[in-house]
């Protein structure tokens, strides 16, 4: 009843009422109450309560039952003045039939639209409002316009209407009700809600209408009411006007967009990359020779390093590159330069864990493009722009566009902003480089003092399954997956980003055996994941129930019965081993998905892990393996060993050069003195 | 359920002596665990031993070859109910039937058609796998005549359908050195036919309308002395047929019904549904296959799907590596590299051809990984393009030094330029927009 | 017969409704219930297991479309309702399956006439229809906007969803009460998880069929054909994200080797045969409705599929 009142407006006790006018309002009800062209009735009535209204009587019904809720209020009284007097006049929409809802409906689903925006009030200037309509219409949101807003925006000669994107519902704020039923009836057509569910309603509005309200001054205390009235449906309530207390979200018009979306989650994704060079996969293995380069960066001529850190989401402005020192403009060509990239992000389900594994794209992005060539990682890289695009004008700034462009439409659920700093004066170079080197020491020794125990939940992995349909490794911080590619870290990653993917979480359960690593939880799983071929999974055992094997293992572990030991051959080795048999013969009979005890695929890595060989009593077990792998792994399999007060079992571990028949490894280990002949009988 | 490797290890007398053939014990019992060995290789064994290892690692579906020497196939030897649980072993052979009621020059077309017919795909001659003569005149004289005509033309594995042990004989005395198969020993029969069987090591095919009554004919004939069995499960329909056969191969493969491990019959003779049985005979475990000749038409798609049903699905069909041409590509035309899969290099070929551009494939040895696997395995790598320009002599063929590689593989573009002093150019990840990339960016490179 | 085949399955294939009779606010005159097995495709003895249906595949511009079936149907190929009327009335077919080939053509925009040529087509045939949008993500939201709307109520079948692209064709499902195609490069995981990533975003499981992408014979068949094996055995032991109807459309069966370079005498042959023997063995698979190009091919399949449940068809004493 009170508009333009430019004192602070007190929501909560405006609040209170307005929701008694509503009351009032609503009981003096006296003609049919309905919308034409709609088959739910009152949307938001038979929405909440399955409830078809269209009088007096089936009106209060329905009040009473949503314990005096202000927008049934609204909207049965919007109801009968429209039955009563009709539609607004142009432009004003009014209640919306189905037939558009539906359309509507059909481009949030398939995301022409990203979500929804009302906009009530009276405006102080039409400036502020054209530009805050324009960013909303910018960042694919469809908003909806009631109260003076429609006339602001007209009266500055902004274009209304639903090509626009900006529909006007009415003259006042209290028009802004049919945002509600339109959401109501989207719930209803789209989101399976059944006419009643309140539950499901409030759901769906909350996690999947991505809606938001921007509030004007100028509103009286009923339209306050009805718009706070919207909070229940998980909209937040931005406010441009002079509004103190409730839940509203003060804010400045700059950033009410920005803020209202980022409330809601929703995120406009990168689609295209604005810098004057290509950027393809294509481009990818493409290298710039020392005479087709402009300029070069690290490897070896100058420092250089990349860091990818997560900082707080208000730290991060998304897109925006800084460029700290000479640009490329500043060096002679065939120079070199210090660098230091450094990638800044930010995001709701970022985690530092996950540093590393988007860190390794900075690789792959730079690579993408025409002119820009990267090597290496960390403090290693070494970077070239080619001479070509230089010419074209590409500057670091644009290298630095590609990432942040590059990370965001890779990671678009991840990742809600992203910067990126250059650095090219070579004492910040340097400075900043210590601190990254911190970092990186601190992820190492993160990961390698990882154990099995720290974590309750493992990860599997059935990307080999196109080839062995019933195979799933299971992912732990100590056992590598077999083929040595995916760690447990990685397949966390890999869940978190694609729920829905390859790698699922393992939760152990009850431990069944310790030293065989057999957990409650991984049987079932494993269970499930095989089709019920596979009942048991012992993670460190080879000789009971070891996991089951694809094809795509490094290396193969299995018993020769007759040293009591057990022998490893990897792939790369074409030669007999003392089993009788090669790797490729093995891999044939143990693949596929097979769970064979004795027989057991592994990855090189994991021969180096505690857990390997555990339940047969350790590393004393070894007896064979081939020279070059024996070699490839020495320095740290022999700090193993000293560590374990046995440095002197590496000779004893025979390789083809010692014996390639079980006859000659049997004299080889009896002279040797191989602990494993002595050990606890295997068969 | 199988026994496992190591199970079947504990049993073996671990003595290591060599005499099955294999180096180790270990080596035999992954073997036997396999089915890929027969426990009486094993000297050391007891008969006990002998019985319970064989009965669990002898293949559920018995091995058995119809024929002799060159003019045999082999059916059987079958684990799985899925071919992707593991791989089917032994394609089915299929075979053209004549009737002694066919004047003798129909008789020697049609045998000189499954001698003489044959089609090349992936590298492997397709072709039909014998003859089968049906008795249909009654007569032993007929059938003895229509047996020397086939014998005329041509040495082919025979199946012998006859339901008068007369004919049989009399067809036997000709060809009963070749093994032929005998159809079909019956609940009515069964002793003369196996004494026949017996008398020539002939396979012998029984037939009964149930699973129950051929699993105590299939003992009847073991207990004659007859061990080459082979089953006829006299579908009434097609649908029929699926159901008795999946039945059969679950009840053998779950050792349930071990009597009933034998390889599948099937006539797939109908007015108008004999390539619906064909078909589903191919997919559905028959080993031996009989039909009245085929159009070419129908020869080709059922060879195929023999073919496509019975490849491991763990070992990709591989090409031979090499430069091959589509159309008739002269010294500009362009050279494009893929791996040497079967299926991406016919996807290619196949792409290539609608385009109407002459052009170059060359095929490299990834030993039939895909070009994403290829990659992610380094098996396709710098030096194998390097080396396989040299050895197909491609800069004879062509007056360029520009290659077109795959989508997939741009990562390697800089390290091939490197190594073979090309320049190379990164097409489409999807072989279906080879077209636009050759009618464009060639073009463009072209000029 | 006295055996039984235990398999201990737990799970049955879902089940989708295609094509609305008036009954149903529609105005086809069959609906297909299709689905529902709960045990291995085809066998004989299973009440429950639905015959295969058979679709024609048509376009409405012919220049994308093999010269094969210009040369067999004529100039009946340029007038698309028409062609949908005959393949309902003189081929046989169970469903029509109509693919927008004129979306191809560069640049194109006029997404008015999508929606008269389906109307048309649904004037012309009383048939169910599977309607497959366009090749072009580009202009996908207005093509399926327009489907979808034009043929509301008809409970159709739309084609084709795939893991980068699917948003359009769900909101088309979902908007308008359709069901659509999911489809994967012939891997079962994949499979899996966009069927997962659809029911996220609100299609309902008995709204799915899945396509697991059929090589035809010769050029990838065998992998389509354990696909379909695998998710049929996934779905009855219970994963009901695979619990779906199976399609199988083998579109390259003209354009290969064997049918293009067969004697021009032949080749109408050549074409039926490979599209039935890629056809039979997918349906021995588990796929529940197959689509083929040729008209003559329709017939040859319904027959085979007719013949197989019944008693007949072997005779007696072979």
């Not at chain 1, 795509?552 to 051959?569: D, K, Q, S």
């Not at chain 2, 037939?207 to 004659?224: F, N």
């Amino acid at each position: 009843m009170i508009r333009g009142n430019t004192s602070m407006t007190d929501v909560e006790i405006a609040k209170k009422n307005g929701e008694s006018y509503l009351k009032m309002m609503i009981t003096a009800i006296q003609h049919s109450v309905s919308y034409d062209e709609t088959a739910y009735h009152l949307p938001i009535s038979f929405a909440l309560t399955g409830i078809a209204v269209h009088n007096q009587k089936a009106a209060l019904d329905v009040f009473a039952r949503t314990s005096s809720n202000p927008l049934v209020a609204a909207e049965c009284i919007l109801a009968e003045k429209t039955a009563a007097e009709g539609r607004e006049p142009s432009p004003y929409t009014g209640f919306i039939d189905d037939t558009v809802i539906r359309k509507l409906g059909y481009s949030l689903v398939d995301g022409s639209i990203l979500g929804l925006a009302l906009v009530v009030g009276t405006p102080k200037s039409a400036g502020s409002v054209s530009a805050i309509c324009r960013e909303l219409q910018e960042k694919y949101m469809l908003t909806f316009l009631a109260g003076d807003v429609v006339t602001s925006l007209s009266g500055a000669g902004v274009k209304l209407g639903l090509e626009y994107r900006l529909i006007p519902l009415g003259p006042a704020p209290a028009y802004g009700i049919h945002f509600v039923d339109i959401i109501a009836r989207v719930a209803m057509m789209f989101g399976g809600v059944t006419p009643g569910d309140t539950h499901r309603l409030l759901t769906y509005a909350t996690e999947r209408a991505k809606a938001i309200v921007i509030v004007f001054s100028g509103l009286t205390d009923q339209e306050i009411a009805i718009v706070d009235g919207m909070r229940v449906l998980g909209f937040p309530i931005l406010s441009l006007g002079d509004y103190s207390g409730g839940a509203w979200i003060p804010s400045l018009p700059e950033e009410v967009v920005r803020r209202g979306m980022e409330q809601k989650g929703i995120r406009v994704n990168v689609t295209a990359i604005p810098i004057p060079m290509g950027c393809s996969p294509a481009f990818e293995g493409k290298s710039i020779r020392k005479e087709e380069m402009y300029v070069e960066f690290g490897g070896g001529r100058s420092p250089a390093f990349e860091l990818l850190h997560m900082r707080p989401v208000d730290e991060v402005k998304d897109g925006q590159v800084t460029v700290i020192g000479p640009e490329i403009d500043a060096v002679k060509e065939g120079g070199a330069f210090p660098l230091a990239i450094i990638v800044n992000v930010a995001g709701k389900m970022m985690k530092k864990d996950y540093e590393p594994v988007l860190e390794r794209r900075i690789h792959n992005f730079v690579n993408y493009g025409e002119g820009s060539w990267h090597v290496a990682q960390r403090d290693i890289i070494w970077v070239r722009i080619s001479k070509d695009v230089v010419a074209k004008g590409v500057k670091l700034e644009h290298i630095g566009k590609l990432l942040a462009s590059k990370f965001r439409m890779d990671f678009p659920q991840l990742l809600d902003a992203v910067s990126v700093t250059l650095i090219t004066d070579e004492a910040k170079v340097r400075a900043a480089k210590k601190v990254a080197e911190l970092v990186y020491e601190e992820r190492d020794a993160r990961i390698k003092g990882m154990r099995d125990s720290d974590v309750t939940t493992y990860y599997s992995c059935t990307l080999c399954q196109t080839f062995a349909p019933n195979h799933v490794c299971v992912i732990t911080p100590e056992h590598p997956a077999l083929c040595g590619a995916i760690s447990w870290l990685d397949g966390k990653i890999a869940y978190e980003i694609s729920p829905s993917g390859a790698n699922q979480p393992i939760e152990k359960g009850v431990v069944i055996n310790t030293l065989n690593g057999e957990f409650e939880g991984v049987n079932k799983f494993v269970k499930k994941a095989s089709h019920g071929e596979i009942d048991r999974c012992s993670l460190y055992s080879v000789m009971e129930y070891p996991m089951t094997c694809c094809g795509c293992f490094e290396c193969i572990a299995l018993i020769l019965p007759e040293v009591n030991g057990i022998m490893v051959v990897n792939r790369e080795f074409k030669g007999i081993t003392p089993s009788g048999m090669t790797f490729s013969t093995l891999a044939g009979t143990i693949g596929g998905g097979a769970q064979t005890p004795g027989f057991a695929g592994i990855s090189k890595n994991y021969i180096l892990s505690d857990r390997f060989l555990q339940s047969e009593g350790g590393i004393g077990r070894l007896v064979w393996m081939p020279s070059p792998l024996k070699e490839e792994l020495k320095t740290r399999l022999v700090k193993i060993l000293t560590d374990q007060n046995r440095a002197d079992l590496y000779e004893k571990i025979a390789d083809e050069t010692s014996a390639t028949t079980i006859e000659v490894l049997i004299s080889f280990l009896d002279r040797v003195k191989h602990p494993a002949l002595t050990m606890k009988s295997l068969v | 359920m199988a026994l496992k490797a190591l199970d079947i290890y504990k049993l073996l007398p671990k003595k290591n002596c060599k005499e099955c053939g294999d180096p180790t014990c270990l080596t035999f019992a992954m073997k036997l665990a396999g089915g890929k060995a027969d426990v009486d290789l094993c000297p050391y064994l007891d008969d006990q031993a002998k019985s319970v290892l064989g009965a669990t690692t002898r293949p559920p579906i018995r091995l058995i070859k119809i024929g002799v020497g060159e003019r045999s196939f082999a059916v059987g030897e079958e684990f799985v109910l899925y071919r992707h649980d593991k791989t089917f072993n032994h394609p089915p052979g299929i075979l053209f039937k004549v009737s002694d009621t066919q004047e003798p020059e129909e008789i020697t077309a049609v045998t000189i058609r499954v001698r003489d017919e044959s089609f090349t795909r992936v590298g492997t001659d397709l072709r039909f796998n014998g003859i089968a003569i049906e008795n249909a005149s009654g007569s032993a004289d007929a059938f003895a005549r229509a047996v020397t005509t086939v014998e005329e033309s041509a040495d082919l594995p025979l199946v012998l359908i006859s339901k008068n042990t007369e004919a049989l004989n009399a067809a036997l005395v000709q060809v009963g050195s070749y093994q032929p198969l005998i159809h079909a020993a019956t609940k009515e029969n069964f002793r003369e036919l196996c004494a026949l069987a017996k008398k020539h090591s002939c396979p012998l095919v029984i037939k009964a309308h149930d699973l129950d009554d051929l699993t105590g004919l299939a003992k009847d004939c073991v207990t004659e002395g007859v061990k080459k069995l082979v089953m006829d499960i006299s579908p009434q329909s097609p649908g029929d047929f699926i159901t008795t056969s999946t039945a059969l191969r679950q009840l053998a493969i779950t050792r349930q019904s071990p009597d009933l491990g034998y390889p599948v019959f099937l006539d797939a003779t109908h007015p108008h549904l004999k390539d619906a049985a064909i078909a589903l005979g191919i997919v559905k475990y028959a080993s031996v296959i009989i039909t009245p000749p085929l159009s070419p038409a129908s020869a080709k798609a059922a060879l195929t799907l023999r073919q496509n049903i019975y490849t491991d699905p763990q070992k990709p069909i591989q090409m031979n590596p090499g430069l091959y041409r589509v159309g008739t590509p002269g010294k500009d035309a362009p050279v494009l590299l893929t791996v040497n899969f079967s299926l991406t290099f016919f996807t290619l070929e196949g792409y290539l051809e609608s385009t109407r551009i002459p052009c170059f494939m060359l095929i490299v040895d990834t030993e039939g990984l895909s070009v994403l696997t290829a990659v992610a395995a380094g098996k396709l790598n710098e030096t194998l393009v390097r080396d396989s320009i040299r050895k197909f002599d491609v800069e004879h063929e062509v007056s360029h030094k520009t290659l077109i590689i795959p989508g997939y593989s741009a990562p390697l573009s800089g390290r091939i330029e490197e190594a073979t002093g090309w320049k190379v150019m990164v097409g489409p990840r999807d072989a279906a927009e080879i077209g636009e990339f050759l009618h464009e960016e060639w073009k463009k490179h072209e000029s | 017969m006295g055996y039984d085949l235990h398999f201990g399955w737990t799970g049955a294939i879902g089940k989708v409704v295609l094509g609305a009779t008036r009954a149903d606010g529609g105005t086809r005159k069959i609906s297909y219930p299709i689905g529902g097995e709960t045990t291995l495709p085809l066998l004989f003895k299973d009440p429950l297991s639905p015959t295969p249906l058979v679709a024609l595949e048509i376009c409405d511009n012919p220049e994308y479309w093999s010269p094969i079936i210009r040369n067999f149907c004529g100039d009946l190929v340029d007038t698309v309702d028409e062609w949908a009327k005959t393949a309902e009335t003189v081929y046989g077919a169970d469903l029509v399956r109509l693919y927008l080939t004129s979306t191809r053509q560069r640049n194109f925009s006029d997404i008015a006439s999508v929606g008269k040529t389906l109307e048309a087509v649904l004037s012309a045939t009383a048939l169910p229809l599977i309607i497959e949008g366009s090749n072009e993500p580009g202009i996908d939201s207005e093509v399926f906007l327009k489907c979808g709307e034009t043929a509301q109520g008809e409970k159709l079948l739309l084609g084709t969803a795939e893991s980068g692209r699917y948003r359009s064709i769900a909101a088309a499902a979902l908007a308008y009460n359709h069901s659509l195609i999911a489809q994967s490069p012939i891997d079962v995981n994949l499979a899996k998880q966009l069927n997962i990533l659809l029911r996220e975003i609100g299609v309902q499981r008995d709204h799915i069929m899945i396509d697991p992408y059929t090589g035809t014979l010769g050029y990838g068949f065998e992998y389509s054909y354990s696909a379909m094996e695998r998710i049929r055995f996934s779905a009855l032991k219970g994963d009901t994200d695979l619990a779906m109807p199976i399609i199988c459309s083998a579109i390259d069966s003209l354009t290969i080797k064997e049918v293009r370079e067969a004697e021009p005498a032949l080749q109408d042959e050549m074409a039926v045969r490979w599209e039935f023997y890629t056809g039979i063995a997918a349906a021995a698979a588990g796929a529940e409705i197959i689509c083929v190009r040729h008209p003559k091919t329709v017939g040859v399949l319904k027959n085979a599929f007719a013949s197989m449940k019944s008693g007949a068809g072997f005779s007696e004493g072979k």
